[in-house]
């Protein structure tokens, strides 16, 4: 991710910050590289096991799953990376939760298409079937396509997907807190709920509250509601600007900053030398962006066909298809015209092929060199404040993060930057939160 050319004050000594370490499951994406002779199912729960023990013995925070409630459709038809499919988050958690002790176990459920009192339920039974190690990456949505597997359809404006996303979290947070209430009831502009708590709190009081999201008004509603935001910085600068920003917003609210954890997501490429690492970060950067893939990308922002291109040469001539949409379950967050045009500046400027300009589009933040170097830069952005921890997304399923976990971890661990042992049971333990205000005086009481 690159820290050589910048100087910022770090911690040392008693004032070191500790790591937080989280393992993405690959799921569906162009990050993983399915040709990898060595590449597991994403669906057997094999995989999901491999992975979840292998952070568990290294000792991360939390093991994360990410969703879709849609297989895409590319020009009509399924697309190549869905065709796999998608398993249910709530059932590969819960049965996570019973071959493995302490790790946190953290999905992400989306709120524009679900009920607070289901969802409140749902995470409430998984805190109690793991002893407290349930998170909730709370995302929106205002695809409609996506929307079709569901009554309401495209219903909600995109504008309006966090308010929904506040009072829903509003709401799951009553039926939490509300075992010794009584009667909840709420009365709102999306909601309109009566009801009583399905649960007593679980040991760690409610589940850890998550949240994706760069716009100001992703940044907001993790100020507001999060225990942790996830975003995406590859620069030391860019990360410490954003971590000012979000712990700024927490503080603004009344709340803790040191209570919202920052975690970039990440890629690591080990190599026994620097040069080789260098190297299998390039061959996996081309593996992950097949011919194919590239020109896949470049139709769903072209909106047409564009199969006879070659993919190592330049960017199409024609222009967008202003009105279609090649990809139905991915959303567009510009004029598709001003992104290829964006996209032809940049290729010119840097005289890249359409392989390599999507390439250079969708290489995750990483961080590559020898164990040592990594680890040494891991610890830089966490003492320098542009991190909480690191969401690392390996690219290959479910043996992606192993010379990672073997390679890094313990020199991590020889500085003293993270635990050799867990020292609580609960994910909220882990990332060093208090318990929840109420739960807190519950139990003081």
Do not use: C
């Not at 249910?88 to 992400?108: C, E, N, P, Q, Y």
């Not at 716009?215 to 860019?238: K, M, V, Y």
């Not at 542009?386 to 043996?399: K, M, N, R, S, W």
Request: net charge negative.
């Amino acid at each position: 991710m690159g820290t050589a050319m910048t100087e910022v004050p770090v911690r040392e000594g008693a004032h070191r910050k500790p790591i937080h370490l989280a393992a993405h499951f690959p799921g569906v994406n162009h990050n993983t590289v399915w040709s990898d002779p060595a590449a597991r199912s994403q669906v057997e729960f094999d995989s999901f096991v491999y992975l979840a023990r292998a952070a568990e013995r290294a000792k991360f925070d939390f093991f994360f799953l990410a969703e879709g409630l849609r297989l895409r459709e590319h020009l009509g038809r399924i697309h190549d990376l869905d065709v796999v499919g998608r398993p249910d988050t709530f059932t590969v958690l819960s049965a996570l939760a019973a071959v493995t002790d302490r790790i946190g176990l953290a999905g992400t459920i989306n709120t524009t298409f679900n009920e607070p009192f289901d969802v409140a339920r749902q995470f409430a039974t998984l805190d109690h079937l793991s002893a407290g190690r349930a998170a909730w990456n709370m995302v929106t949505s205002s695809d409609a396509f996506t929307g079709e597997n569901f009554r309401r359809g495209g219903f909600l404006a995109h504008a309006d997907r966090y308010h929904r996303a506040d009072e829903f979290i509003t709401v799951a947070r009553k039926f939490w807190e509300g075992w010794q209430r009584g009667e909840i009831v709420h009365h709102g502009a999306q909601f309109d709920v009566r009801g009583a708590a399905p649960l007593p709190p679980s040991p760690q009081g409610r589940p850890v509250l998550l949240q994706a999201g760069d716009s100001g008004e992703g940044r907001d509603f993790a100020a507001a509601q999060a225990d942790a935001i996830f975003t995406r910085h590859g620069s030391l600068e860019s990360g410490r600007a954003f971590y000012a920003d979000v712990k700024r917003r927490a503080a603004d609210r009344g709340r803790n900053p040191e209570h919202l954890k920052v975690f970039p997501g990440a890629a690591a490429v080990i190599g026994d030398t620097p040069e080789e690492a260098q190297e299998k970060a390039r061959d996996i950067r081309r593996r992950q962006v097949s011919p194919q893939t590239a020109l896949n990308f470049l139709e769903q922002v072209w909106g047409r066909e564009l199969q006879s291109y070659d993919p190592d040469g330049p960017l199409p001539d024609v222009e967008p298809v202003y009105e279609a949409k090649a990809v139905q379950g991915r959303v567009l967050h510009a004029d598709p015209r001003e992104i290829v045009a964006a996209y032809r500046s940049r290729a010119e400027a840097g005289g890249l092929s359409i392989r390599e300009l999507v390439i250079e589009l969708n290489t995750r933040p990483q961080f590559v060199g020898t164990a040592h170097q990594v680890a040494d830069e891991i610890d830089t952005f966490i003492q320098a404040d542009a991190a909480d921890g690191f969401i690392l997304v390996p690219h290959l399923t479910p043996t992606g993060l192993d010379e990672f976990i073997d390679g890094v971890v313990p020199l991590l661990q020889e500085r003293g930057a993270f635990r050799t042992e867990y020292e609580g049971t609960t994910v909220r333990e882990h990332l060093g939160l208090p318990l929840p205000e109420e739960t807190a005086a519950q139990r003081a009481g």
